[in-house]
């Protein structure tokens, strides 16, 4: 019986390779409160800094920024700080590449414009040349109140793979009345707020957007609607069949993650997640509401999201990876109902990667994972994030060690986890479980030779658990062990 049952852990151990086993890289640092990115055919990252704070001020340094493929910096590809209102989470927000960049180089961003009292939304076209922006052209011009708060801004904007021609982008609610259902904006369809938008990509509206009418925004329905409901959709992404997954903040209870259909509503100010709004166990049964395919609570706040659609880790195909600003971690989110994906069957962490926070995630061209460690940092990050090469073992770099015993250990046995390094590095322990959920967080190692960590194992069931050694600052892995607690 017990052959078998560590049988057994070693099948599971195999499985957990692919979702556990990963290197984390630094390629770019240095970011000045950094937002979102894209990457060109080539590998450049053009990427957007917020700015620092304020209303057209010379230091403010809102901007977008060109990083070759290796990370190291090209240049500046324009300044918006002369009419940009970068105050809380306003600022030069998304950006993306036109689906044909590699012929038209149109480069396409979200701002917040503001000059001489002038309150705006705007997104630019730019077309690159030598890793400049030129000829800017306005594309999205929308009048705001100058007395809102700088939150619920939204920002993000991104093509749908099967419509190159049409762009998709958040504008959150703004704010002010968050907390009064009857004032809301979210739910009304003659106002653009707490929305996700759908223009021609040269400005226009598109007839077949679900409420347009006149063809006039401002008057009758606000044409350009594509779902609304929403509190402040971060970012969104797209995946099998064109399917659009869009992550939400909540108020104070719940985050979530709507599959958002054409005409969606999906429930703000009434429903947060699941529920009412603010509430933990009353059910949201609003009428025409949609709930959403996960929640998360209490809020980590929800940010970059990316479907998996690549070949190089195996065991995240077909996955939802959500990151969050509060605690800096991508949740795995398995989705159900091949080949439509349109519900999570369980959630779990791939990692914790950032004390700043993260806000977007896209993958590579390899198949790995690029995230930004961004927003109110002056030392903002991109990581690649990719999975081992091998399988997960009792592993260490070649200038370390890692080693846990007793190993199997018993519940009432005094477990040790020993670390050799033989120069000083900044290093942390976890424990997780084969989940992936972390049990214990960032043990400290400090100096160098040898350290001994006592590791309390009193409250663990019978079963296979993961002791990781990380690089304290990047979060890269730099050994694992396998744990049988019998």
């Known amino acids: 019986m017990k052959t078998l049952y560590l049988s057994l852990l070693a099948l599971l151990a195999t499985a957990m390779v692919q979702a556990q086993g990963f290197t984390t890289t630094t390629l770019?640092?240095?970011?000045?409160?950094?937002?979102?990115?894209?990457?060109?055919?080539?590998?450049?990252?053009?990427?957007?800094?917020?700015?620092?704070?304020?209303i057209s001020t010379a230091g403010q340094k809102s901007r977008i920024q060109v990083y070759s493929a290796a990370g190291t910096l090209s240049g500046t590809f324009y300044n918006l700080s002369d009419s940009t209102n970068s105050d809380g989470e306003r600022g030069v927000l998304g950006i993306a590449l036109d689906p044909a960049f590699a012929t038209n180089h149109y480069v396409y961003v979200y701002y917040n414009h503001r000059r001489s009292g002038d309150e705006r939304i705007r997104l630019l076209r730019f077309t690159e040349a030598a890793n400049v922006g030129t000829n800017p052209l306005l594309i999205f011009d929308l009048d705001v109140a100058d007395n809102i708060p700088g939150n619920h801004v939204g920002g993000n904007l991104h093509f749908r793979p099967g419509e190159p021609g049409k762009i998709y982008f958040t504008l959150g609610d703004l704010g002010p009345n968050q907390t009064n259902p009857t004032a809301n904006y979210a739910n009304k369809l003659t106002?653009?707020?707490?929305?996700?938008?759908?223009?021609?990509?040269?400005?226009?509206?598109?007839?077949?957007?679900?409420?347009?009418?006149?063809?006039?925004?401002?008057?009758?329905?606000?044409?350009?609607?594509?779902?609304?409901?929403?509190?402040?959709?971060?970012?969104?992404?797209?995946?099998?069949?064109?399917?659009l997954y869009c992550s939400e903040n909540g108020l104070t209870t719940w985050d979530e993650v709507?599959?958002?259909?054409?005409?969606?509503?999906?429930?703000?100010?009434?429903?947060?997640?699941?529920?009412?709004?603010?509430?933990?166990?009353?059910?949201?049964?609003?009428?025409?509401?949609?709930?959403?395919?996960?929640?998360?609570?209490?809020?980590?706040?929800?940010?970059?999201?990316?479907?998996?659609?690549?070949?190089?880790?195996?065991?995240?195909?077909?996955?939802?990876?959500?990151?969050?600003y509060n605690q800096g971690k991508i949740h795995d989110c398995v989705l159900?109902?091949?080949?439509?994906?349109?519900?999570v069957t369980g959630k779990t962490e791939l990692g914790d990667f950032s004390s700043d926070g993260l806000t977007t995630l896209r993958q590579s061209a390899d198949g790995c994972i690029y995230a930004m460690d961004g927003g109110y940092t002056t030392n903002g990050k991109i990581y690649k994030i990719c999975p081992l090469a091998t399988g997960i073992s009792e592993r260490s770099s070649s200038a370390l060690s890692l080693r846990v015993y007793p190993n199997p250990a018993g519940k009432s046995s005094a477990v040790t986890v020993e670390v050799t390094r033989p120069e000083a590095q900044s290093?942390?322990?976890?424990?997780?479980?084969?989940?992936?959920?972390?049990?214990?967080?960032?043990?400290?190692?400090?100096?160098?030779?040898?350290?001994?960590?006592?590791?309390?194992?009193q409250g663990f069931a019978h079963g296979l658990?993961?002791?990781?050694?990380?690089?304290?600052?990047?979060?890269?892995?730099?050994?694992?062990?396998?744990?049988?607690?019998?």
Request: charged share 15%; glycine share 12%.
């Open 258 to 324: 709507n599959l958002v259909r054409k005409g969606g509503f999906y429930g703000w100010a009434d429903c947060e997640g699941y529920y009412l709004n603010s509430s933990t166990t009353a059910t949201c049964n609003v009428a025409g509401a949609i709930p959403p395919i996960a929640d998360w609570g209490p809020p980590p706040a929800l940010t970059g999201i990316m479907f998996y659609s690549g070949t190089a880790w195996p065991s995240l195909a077909n996955h939802l990876l959500v990151a969050d």
């Open 427 to 457: 290093l942390c322990v976890q424990v997780c479980d084969m989940y992936g959920k972390l049990l214990m967080t960032d043990m400290a190692v400090a100096g160098t030779g040898k350290t001994l960590i006592p590791l309390d194992i």
């Open 28 to 54: 770019i640092s240095g970011l000045q409160y950094p937002v979102a990115f894209d990457v060109a055919p080539n590998g450049r990252f053009f990427i957007t800094e917020k700015g620092d704070g304020g």
């Open 191 to 243: 106002n653009p707020y707490g929305k996700i938008l759908r223009i021609n990509k040269d400005g226009t509206i598109p007839t077949d957007n679900p409420f347009y009418d006149n063809g006039n925004p401002l008057t009758g329905n606000c044409d350009w609607i594509w779902s609304y409901g929403h509190r402040n959709p971060f970012d969104f992404c797209f995946g099998p069949n064109d399917s």
């Open 465 to 486: 658990y993961f002791v990781q050694l990380k690089d304290a600052q990047s979060r890269q892995l730099m050994g694992t062990v396998k744990l049988v607690v019998e």
């Open 336 to 343: 159900g109902n091949a080949p439509y994906y349109n519900t």
